[in-house]
């Protein structure tokens, strides 16, 4: 009997220990940290297949090839559509520049023969019909804490209770006019530091989205998110996004993200 | 050779689409258009248009593209007297017509990219009005009533673009006299106003023969430099010579001629993000640009000016909108010249994509600001299946018979397209 005390007794205490241990790596700063600093890679290409459905069931597809450079000065993003026929040869590039507001954006369609310099997006713009906005890709899967106060979860929100769960509350009313977002929801695998499953409120806390990675891989020593899907609960509308092809670039040259450039099709690499 | 080359084109639609680095697709289009006035059914437009892009290597390609058409209304397909002999169409017989409208052989080394074929040259950055845009001629047959403003008609020519010290460089010469494509003589939108007859009254007797450049005195050569400014801002300037794309009238040996004298363009532009919306501007100067005077189909070599401003920014509701005033003047030394000292136009245009981008929604004002007329255009696209579109729309026209707009009045319309791609 002693013995069987004993055991419960060592069990319990175990079991405090691991509450404590679990409780302090996962409190909201110590994930948003995780997610921060994760490993990025300063370039990479891969080849997107997008199948975005709509309430009623219809698909559509589309493919694109994609470059991302993420460097001290701007993130840069650089989209060659292949498919459709309709989208064939459009080409989109986007500057995010990180310590000032000359962001940029430019579009090539082939109907016009011009390379055209646009209005920046706000962050909370759907990118080219998709359930993903400008801001999201910008991101890649990070929270600046910028715009984010981080805080504990909402338990009743969790999506996947047996992940740690960090929540983010917008900072102020511009980032939620900005983002489209107030507060977020994610489930951390605390493993690659990546948020697997996030729900995304709007301005009146409603629910907005959710995002579910269900394929992550090391890419050149970064995990990165291989397939996931994007579901918009106000509109009923679904975006999957694979990733094929995927590959660390070294040495990328900015001369890739000329705007003239995007006239000229793919790059080659 | 002609022949020759136009046999290789139409031989490199047909490769099989399986090969690893080749593309083709095709799209098929029909066009109804009605007059709003009296009902009748003045488009009635089939089209096919195939592209084809093949990688020959890492640093070559070909790309091609070749449409059939048949219009059976009271537009036609317009004029082809208006092609250079080297590019007229394959197939070109009552409604229906075959061209190559596109074929290009593109080297391409980093900064470098060279091309040669039949290609167009979209210089610029003011949308619709062409300020510096000049280098390409246009399909008149629809006027300006289309989705895509200007149609550009592309010519035999070399092209080689490269980068030196920061400076983005662009250099072409065009062997190829084609000039801008016209209505055909009883055509509902062939141009009645007398800015564009010379100066003549209107007759539908009135034919004009054409009278191309041949020779040496076909070809125009130009050139851009262009540089991202430390300030975020795009500039360019640019130059070319060669012959106008669009006529002058002529009296000859008792004969009425469009001709094409050659004109110079010196020109630049300049292009910056502000925030939330992008600012252009752009100015063209003609020194010898030939216009025509009153009495007898004069001519006049006279200095032009053409400016234009421009900005564009997203609104509440993701709308997107586009405001545009361009100014085109010529200095006339005996004030006799048929068009109009100025022209002043002002464009505004608003559009907006919904559902995914499933539909959007355009609405486009056009206004002479000098005369008073213009024209209202708007349409409506539904991405119907993932390759099909069905677009509605229409454009009413307003304004006095002399007006560049007005003189369409009687062709305010409604018009329905279907759009299949394969």
Known sequence: MKRCISVAAVLCCLSVVNTTAHSEESSPQTLADLIA???????????????????????????????????NDATRVAIY????????????????????????????????????????????????????????????????????????????????????????????????????????????????????????????????????????????????????????????????????????LNDLSDDVFAADALEYGIPEI | MSQLLRLLAVCSMTLPAGHAASSVSSELQFWSAHTVRNNDQVIKRFSIESRLKQKLSRRWQVQGTLALEHAHDDVGLGTVDTYDRQAKPLVSGGDTRLELRQLVLRYRKGKTSFSLGRQTFAWGVIDGYRVTDRLDPVRRRDFVFTEQKPERIPRWSARLRTTLEGYRVDLALIADSTVSQLPKQDSALLPTASRFTGGLPFSPAF???????????????????????????????????????????????????????????????????????????????????????????????????????????????????????TYDRIFSTNNRAVRPKEDVLATLRLQRRFLNDRGELKFESVNDLRKGDGYFASSLKWSFRQNIDLLAGGEWIYGADSGIFGQFEQQSRVWLKARIRI
């Open chain 1, 37 to 71: 600093n994760r490993t990025a890679n300063e370039a990479r290409t891969g080849r997107m297949q997008f199948l975005l459905t709509n309430k009623r069931g219809q698909e559509r597809r589309r493919t694109a090839r994609m470059f991302h450079t993420d460097r």
């Open chain 2, 207 to 325: 034919e004009p023969s054409i009278e191309l450049q041949t020779g040496r005195q076909s070809l125009t050569g130009a050139i851009k430099v262009s540089r991202r400014l430390r300030s975020g801002m795009d500039a360019a300037v640019l130059a070319f010579r060669g012959p106008d794309t669009e006529p002058v009238l002529a009296h000859r040996s008792g004969r009425v001629l469009l001709t094409f004298p050659k004109r110079t363009l010196l020109g630049g532009y300049l292009q910056q993000s502000l925030g939330d919306q992008v600012v252009r501007a752009e100015v063209a100067y003609l020194p010898d640009q030939r216009v025509n005077t009153g009495g007898g189909l004069g001519q006049e070599r006279v200095r032009r000016w053409i400016a234009g401003v421009g900005a564009d920014r997203w609104l509440a509701g993701k709308w997107f909108v586009l405001g545009q005033m």
């Open chain 1, 81 to 248: 559509f292949t498919a459709p026929a309709n989208l064939e040869e459009t080409a989109f590039l986007s500057v995010d520049a990180k310590h000032d507001d000359s962001d940029e954006s430019w579009l090539y369609l082939p109907a016009t023969e011009r390379v055209r310099r646009l209005p920046s997006s706000d962050r909370g713009d759907y990118f080219m019909g998709t359930d993903l906005t400008y801001g999201d890709i910008k991101d890649n899967f990070k929270f600046s804490p910028s715009d984010w106060e981080f805080e504990n979860c909402d338990q009743r929100l969790m999506r996947l209770p047996h992940l740690p769960c960090l929540q983010g509350v917008a900072k102020s009313n511009e980032i939620i006019r900005e983002t489209g977002y107030s507060r977020f929801v994610a489930a951390i695998d605390t493993d690659t530091a990546f948020p697997i499953g996030i729900d995304y409120f709007d301005g009146q806390g409603q629910p907005l989205k959710q995002v579910t990675v269900s394929e992550q891989k090391q890419i050149g020593g970064a995990w990165t998110a291989i397939a996931f899907e994007l579901k918009n609960h106000q509109s009923g509308h679904t975006t999957r996004i694979h990733f094929e092809e995927m590959r660390q």
